[in-house]
């Protein structure tokens, strides 16, 4: 599904990852984790475009993406979260989704301006699709609020909801329960499931070990810029390298 | 959430405004302030879309706006061709330039771009001032011909009135459509978080390109409505501080809002001929203005206005409630 290979990315003399490879099932919820500085937004960031890296590759479905910014991606169906979350924050709940829409719709500026026919029966489909992800994401009550006005935690759900309309087949979230009450990371680990059976793929950095353990089928764990370890939950739990370098950090 | 029917009923009610000022306002002057009130909305609402919505300055409008109206003039009185075709011909020869010109000066941001634009605006004054030849350099150019539709000619201030104004609508209604398209979407996207919308597919590149390229072609219309309503045009109305003026009646009016650019145009225009007794000193009037609005109503008129008589209002009741 996703293929990683010799990804290594510095910062003038700072060496931020070096050498990473893995890959990623389909279907399948992989969880990436590792102590802070590891290099796991970093390798977000390349991998949805957003850097260019130092050398190494990145197949989606095998097709090489290493080179291709982040606007093009949508296309493909690799989309992400943001850590601090990335709102439209002028926007209303449902125009931030409608927004995920924007690569399944064609209208340009004239038929826009002039409210073709086709245009506005495109509009209307957007809107439909954007309310049914909105459903899906719990949040339909919030659909006419400014986005920029939801608590964190709706704000999380409303991202989700926004990367979900843009049709993924992968999803890449990073650290989407920092910020969330128990309750609420209770509300994301039902949800990340629910994608999961849609279909979705889902990649996930995350800081809360509780979470990760319980719903990742695979984990990476990052250290120090390189990969450290690689397995299920369980032999993540049992592996005397990624206990030292979580103690050691501590 | 824009509710549809109250949309339609405000811009109809505009409309009917602008239809029936005409009848209470006879005097020349004040219709000729009106028609700068029209020119100047369609050139704040071109600044806007670029500056409110996708959130990228310009301070080189004054010199789109200056083309429109140049190569209007210059086809029109040098080579006798249609005022029609050559409006036509000026709004896709800016639409085009900024196109391309816009591909390498919208990489930049923030001061970068400002500056960019700024240059650009300089260099297309200098040409106005220097290619004497074909523009009369400084002391401008004369004897363009009103426009007409089928021997029926526009060369009294009432009708340009009501042409200039047809324009403006026209503009205004389109602009309100564009903003609440997926277009409009992604441009307020790319404004609020620049990479979020590159995640979601959004070509900030691209549509920042073809916005800013749609600004300079509007611009360029009201330019060469200027020049067809005035019929003659010099370089001094197309300088750096027109463009300046422009950005103070889109931040004046509200930033983000088609019925602030018409706010802001309109108080800016009224604004200087109530203060033509202070002469030079206007511009301190001007800046004055902005500091105050920045401070007090970041939102503009449109949004300050009506937050105003709430925080009013709320003022009110409470007092009733204490004196009760």
């Known amino acids: 599904m996703l293929e990683v290979r010799n990804l290594t990315q510095r910062f003038g003399g700072i060496t931020a990852l070096e050498d990473i490879s893995f890959n990623v099932t389909k279907g399948e919820i992989t969880g990436v984790i590792g102590p802070n500085g590891a290099g796991k937004t970093t390798l977000f960031n390349i991998v949805t475009g957003i850097y260019a890296q130092t050398s190494g590759t990145v197949h989606l479905e095998g097709k090489d993406i290493s080179a291709l910014p982040a606007e093009m991606l949508a296309a493909k169906g690799l989309v992400r979260t943001f850590q601090n979350i990335e709102l439209f924050g002028n926007m209303t709940v449902l125009e931030n989704v409608m927004l995920g829409l924007h690569t399944q719709s064609r209208s340009g500026i004239l038929s826009c301006m002039f409210k073709a026919p086709w245009h506005l029966k495109e509009e209307r489909n957007i809107r439909e699709i954007a309310s049914e992800w909105l459903e899906f994401c719990d949040i339909t009550d919030l659909a006419d609020q400014k986005a920029s006005n939801l608590p964190f935690g709706k704000g999380r759900m409303l991202e989700i909801a926004r990367a979900m309309a843009v049709r993924p087949s992968i999803m890449l979230m990073d650290e989407p329960a920092a910020g969330l009450n128990n309750r609420e990371t209770a509300e994301l680990a039902t949800l990340i499931r629910k994608i999961r059976d849609k279909g979705v793929t889902v990649v996930l950095v995350e800081h809360d070990m509780e979470l990760v353990m319980d719903i990742c089928d695979r984990i990476i764990v990052l250290n120090l810029g390189r990969k450290l370890a690689e397995g299920t939950p369980r032999e993540i739990q049992e592996n005397q390298a990624v206990i030292s370098a979580y103690l050691g950090e501590g | ?324």
Request: hydrophobic share 55%; net charge positive.
């Open chain 2, 1 to 324: 959430m824009f509710s549809k029917h109250r949309e339609i009923f405000k811009f109809l009610s505009l409309v009917l405004v602008v239809l029936i000022t005409p009848l209470l306002v006879h005097e020349g002057y004040l219709l000729n302030v009106l028609i700068f009130v029209g020119i100047h909305t369609i050139l704040s609402l071109a600044l806007n879309l670029l500056l409110g919505y996708a959130g990228q300055i310009s301070l080189g409008q004054a010199g789109f706006f200056g083309l429109g109206a140049y190569i209007s003039g210059i086809l029109t009185t040098t080579h006798a061709i249609n005022p029609w075709i050559a409006m036509l011909a000026a709004a896709t020869i800016v639409t085009t330039l900024a196109f391309f010109v816009g591909f390498p000066i919208l990489k930049l941001k923030g001061h970068y771009l400002a500056m960019a634009t700024l240059g650009l605006g300089i260099i297309i004054y200098i040409v106005f001032n220097e290619a004497v030849d074909r523009t009369g350099g400084p002391s401008g150019l004369s004897g363009i011909p009103n426009l007409s539709i089928a021997g029926y000619t526009f060369n009294t201030d009432l009708k340009n009135y009501y042409l200039i104004w047809t324009f403006t609508l026209v503009a205004m209604g389109l602009s309100l459509n564009l903003v609440h398209s997926r277009i409009g979407r992604a441009l307020r996207a790319i404004h609020d978080s620049e990479v979020a919308a590159r995640v979601m597919g959004v070509n900030a590149r691209v549509l920042k390109v073809q916005i800013f390229a749609l600004s300079a072609g509007l611009s360029a219309i009201a330019g060469s409505l200027y020049a067809h309503t005035m019929t003659f045009i010099a370089p001094a109305s197309f300088g750096f501080n027109f463009s300046v003026e422009l950005v103070t009646m889109v931040i004046i009016g509200g930033l983000a809002s088609i019925y602030g650019s018409l706010l802001g145009a309109a108080l800016l225009t009224v604004l200087p001929e109530m203060l033509r007794a202070f002469q030079d000193y206007d511009i301190i009037v001007y800046g004055l203005l902005l500091v105050l609005m920045t401070m007090f109503m970041p939102g503009g008129l449109v949004k300050g206005i009506p937050e105003l008589f709430t925080s009013i209002r709320a003022r009110a009741t409470r007092k009733v409630k204490t004196d009760a």
